[in-house]
């Protein structure tokens, strides 16, 4: 599969909890770590997702935001994986840094470069890559 997202999961599907309209899968990556996606329940039928199936979640580099700090704060953002940045690459407007999680997988992340710079961004720094379940696609082979 060939598609512009930088992150790109493999993962088996552990869990699907249908509502009214929407679907929560929880997604243990082969890492280990656990991301939660919301879909719409046509979506669900339509892919065959059950508990066990293969899946691979993307999410694009500009809907994950970095945190350093928490202060405290708990987010409503349901994936939070936290992890080591491994690479900060800084252009003229914006940056990518790339975040190591538990299992090695790796976390692309696009911030501006003002926030490289306000978070004290460097390799080495423990920080967490935040995103919303709607903020995951979920893709199985035909």
Do not use: C, W
């Not at 899968?25 to 066990?52: F, P, R, W, Y």
């Amino acid at each position: 599969m060939k598609v512009s997202s930088r992150n790109q999961f493999s993962g088996v599907v552990k869990e699907v909890v249908k509502g009214a309209v929407n679907a929560e899968i929880h997604v243990q990556l082969d890492g280990g770590e656990m991301l939660i996606a919301s879909i719409t329940n046509d979506s669900v039928a339509a892919l065959h997702l059950a508990k066990g199936i293969q899946v691979i979640a993307l999410i694009k580099a500009p809907q994950i935001t970095i945190v350093t700090d928490f202060g405290g704060y708990k987010l409503s953002a349901r994936n939070q994986l936290q992890g080591i940045v491994s690479q900060v690459k800084t252009g003229v407007i914006n940056a990518e840094i790339i975040l190591t999680i538990k299992g090695g997988d790796q976390i692309a992340v696009t911030v501006t470069k003002d926030s490289v710079q306000t978070l004290n961004l460097h390799e080495g720094q423990i920080a967490t890559a935040v995103f919303k379940a709607g903020a995951v696609i979920l893709a199985v082979a035909s």
